[in-house]
């Protein structure tokens, strides 16, 4: 058996290419905070200082928020619960793979309450190889350096109180033991937020370098006896013998999803016997290997810390999930199949954010490791049956689209020597024609759009056309891959006239794309201002524009560039007024946009965000020049709040980087950037064969963001694009700035940027006039049976039909009865229109989304048929409508629960009740448990306390002070009394 024996550090830093020896320090630039000023109703970025390595296994982050909460850290919180390892890509994916590390002293405290810390940023320094922070209440001073699968901590105790470490290895199931001979905590937590993962744990361990003079393991809020546990919560306390002040304890950890020896492989392998500053200097340097393959000159000190973070978020995603083993082989644990595997795996990534411009700067700025993430797309296809389109660090049931195609098409057309690029192919073409194990995997509603060109907007498949451009341009793809691959003619011509699908839902009276019924009629009424329905968080001007590879044809849709460049201005000219009705609230997707004051300009999200460019198209495109600098200038900061929304692993700040050399790819899958105006007047790319590729723009200011000519290594350049192809020939790039816009600029027609139509007219005139097959034997789904009785509707959506007519009515009883309870009770303001969608790719119990659905899992139902309320509990969850992060989940799960147990009508039957106290619980251990808890309070201080505290989680009124408000003590104090008694009055219907 071949073994390639090699460092993965090592090979990754060859991978970035060997630059000059004098690499400037570009780390200093970088600022992790940026983007952390953030929660759910707003989006300054929604990202957390990730302390790691580029494209990291796992990253290190200081925890101010709860175990499980997605915003781990947040900018406005002053205290510190832990240093927990994460691979969180988003906090609306939530995390996978943790535990978390906090120095304490005084005490051997563990609950996070406890053990938390006030810190102030002015004590906190923040750079991407290296975190610290001064813990006040604890007089600790904390340090991390990290590599790519392991890092050491330095803790500085002070004084010398009693000195602790608690390891937390959080909830969902986790194994912790001490070993005290060594000096050595070992465990693992098989926590993770998205998908049903076989056989998944991160395993850990942790190397002191002080011995243990206390130590204790823990369960839920107690010790337990030993030195190991394994339970639903876990941890461990430590301690150690501080005998001078500023003693400092060295730990050194690692971890694996493979095994604890792979993890304390791992540790020998990247950290071994090197001590904190040895890692610090060489990730230092590793970092500023990376980011000095674009260097910029003539940049204000805010446009370089802008810059190099947003750099710095570039290379942070997709993550590596593959290890070294003892044999020197590439493996991995394999989240498709749950077994262990060989070769390369990448995850932590959404394509439907990131193949617009992270993976073409990829592409071109690192083609060696953008291979070896094509190489684990091959293997998650090989291991699941489907390519992912978003990975979490599986399939994860979010989003739309099946861009995987683009992502894999692109880098291939791109010049990466993908290793059975056949087998990968094969991938597109089953993604591109069946539906996957969950609805964002493969193409959800494909039957539909392979027949009628389109997702039907009556079909019971939300987000319609977005998924219908979608799928139109990532048939694009496929259709170039095809040809490059020399695939059969009819094979091309199939996935060709495919392209051309977006022609389907355009509507030539309003100009824009609209949602088209099965019967061929428009959706109406019509709001183009109306988010979601039949788009993905956004709205028809945001999403007319997805037609990435035939821009010219929406050009001629819309009546002629001239009107197509009209329709551009009325994006930014139109008020940033919106309809959130389909939502039942602004979403912060939509508050970003309205406070940008950039008009229907949403660049906080990406559907839009390649807009811009789209005037090259039109022959204006020094509309393109001001437009980009504007957004460059008033939306990108290198501040906690820098960002105008989700960052999103690298996609928003890769239209920035791209934006600021000067040039963009509107269309993955063609060769072309289009040309926009460079932030600064020279930027170096060295490309990974050594070659350098320059942009001059030496009389670029802020004043001077027009082009007024332009050269290409020295000789006059015409076009409003670029070649990829010219690009990494090496070369130079010269612009010519001005104050006044060249607006008398006359744009020959092979000066445009790509259009298929335009570009390939032979192919495009062949497939053009179609048809697609049509319905044929499809029946079309049944309408939802709507009931209105009362003043409220239930529309009851049955995505399978294995639930008798029987059971279903008894749903409906159940709505009819205890909706209109709920209403009266907690919240006169609630929705009166409900969807019961029943959706056995579904494969939880059941879930209320954003837009007031419910959708259950019926294969829960067949299992447990008196389990019926569960209806109610997701009732009071669509009564609740809270919409603020300072509520926590276990006072919004408690609540329904709390609900549940009052006015449930079948828990008898359903064998549903509330557990007795137990001393390992916790008012946040369960929902059950918080619901008695509630349950007690209500007896014993206030028989409306829940009423009151529902309606202060609705109104933004909760805080910590609520318990004490209203009960006269805090909610620690409230459990100390109860666990002491704990009886309640209850009779269960």
Known sequence: ????????????????????????????????????????????????????????????????????????????????????????????????????????????????????????????????????????????????????????????????????????????????????????????????????????????????????????????????????????????????????????????????????????????????????????????????????????????????????????????????????????????????????????????????????????????????????????????????????????????????????????????????KINDINKLYEGLLNGANNEGPVHAVGRYGVKYYNALGYVPYNVKINENVARTLEYAYDDFTIFKLAQKLGRPASEIELYAQRSLNYRNLFDKERKLMRGKNAQGDFQSPFNPLKWGDAFTEGNSWHYTWSVFHDIDNLANLMGGRKQFANMLDSVFSLPPIFDDSYYGGTIHEIREMQIANMGQYAHGNQPIQHMIYLYNYAGESYKTQYWVREAMNRLYKPTPDGYCGDEDNGQTSAWYLFSAMGFYPVCPGSDQYVIGAPLFKKVTLTLEDGKKFVINAAANSDANRYVKSQTLNGAAYSKTWLSYFDVIKGGSFTLNMSSAPDKARVTKESDLPYSFSKDEKALYDKVKGIQPPGLSTITLPAKPDTIAKNGLTLYMIDEESSLTKEFKQRMIDAFFLQYPKLIQKYNLNAKKAINFVIDQKYDGVAVTTADNRIVYNPAWFHKNPEDIDVVTHELMHVTQAYKFNNVPGWVTEGIADFVRATEGINNVKGKWAMPELQATHSYKSAYRITARFLLWITQKYQKDFVVKLDDAARTNKYSQEFWKTNTGKTVDELWTEYTASPKVEITYN
């Open 1 to 416: 058996m071949f073994k390639r024996k090699v460092t993965i550090m090592a090979l990754a830093i060859s991978c970035v290419a060997a630059v000059s020896a004098q690499v400037k320090d570009l780390v200093q630039y970088v600022n992790p905070l940026m983007g952390t000023l953030s929660k759910p109703d707003l989006s300054n970025g929604n990202t957390y200082p990730a302390i790691g390595t580029p494209w990291p296994m796992n990253m290190w982050t200081p925890q101010t928020g709860d175990n499980g909460n997605g915003w781990q850290y947040t900018y406005t919180a002053d205290k510190i619960r832990g240093f927990k390892q994460t691979h969180q890509p988003s906090p609306w994916m939530n995390d996978y793979g943790v535990f978390s590390i906090m120095p304490v002293s005084k005490k051997s405290v563990f609950k996070q309450e406890q053990r938390a810390s006030w810190f102030t940023h002015k004590t906190e320094t923040a750079q991407p190889h290296y975190y610290s922070v001064y813990l006040a209440d604890h007089h600790i001073t904390t340090e991390i350096t990290p590599t790519e699968r392991a890092a050491i901590f330095r803790i500085t105790y002070h004084s010398t109180d009693s000195a602790f470490v608690v390891v937390d290895a959080f909830r969902r199931g986790g194994y912790i033991k001490i070993i005290p001979e060594e000096n050595k905590i070992v465990g693992y937590s098989t926590y993770h937020a998205r998908g049903r993962l076989k056989n998944f744990a991160n395993y850990f361990v942790l190397q002191f370098n002080t011995p243990f003079t206390f130590k204790k393991v823990w369960s839920k809020d107690a010790y337990v006896d030993g030195l190991e546990v394994k339970a639903d919560t876990t941890g461990a306390v430590i301690g150690f013998n501080i005998t001078k002040a500023n003693q400092q304890v060295i730990v050194k950890t690692s971890s694996s999803f493979i095994s604890i020896e792979q993890a304390e492989l791992n540790l020998k392998n990247e950290v071994g016997s090197k001590n904190f500053e040895q890692v610090k200097t060489e990730t230092k340097k590793y970092w500023n290997t990376v980011l000095s393959k674009i260097q910029v000159e003539g940049a204000t000190e805010e446009q370089l810390k802008t810059f190099y973070s947003c750099y710095y978020r570039a290379v942070m995603f997709p993550n590596k999930l593959y290890e070294k083993n003892a044999d020197g082989e590439i493996v991995h644990y394999s989240p498709y199949n749950g077994k262990k595997e060989k070769g390369y795996l990448y995850g932590g990534t959404g394509f439907w954010d990131t193949f617009r411009a992270l993976y073409p700067f990829l592409n071109l700025a690192y083609p060696s490791i953008n291979k070896e993430m094509q190489e684990g797309l091959l293997n998650a296809y090989k291991e699941g049956g489907f390519l992912p389109e978003w990975s979490s660090p599986g399939f994860a049931d979010i989003m739309v689209g099946n861009n995987s195609a683009s992502v894999v098409a692109d880098a291939y057309l791109k010049s990466a």
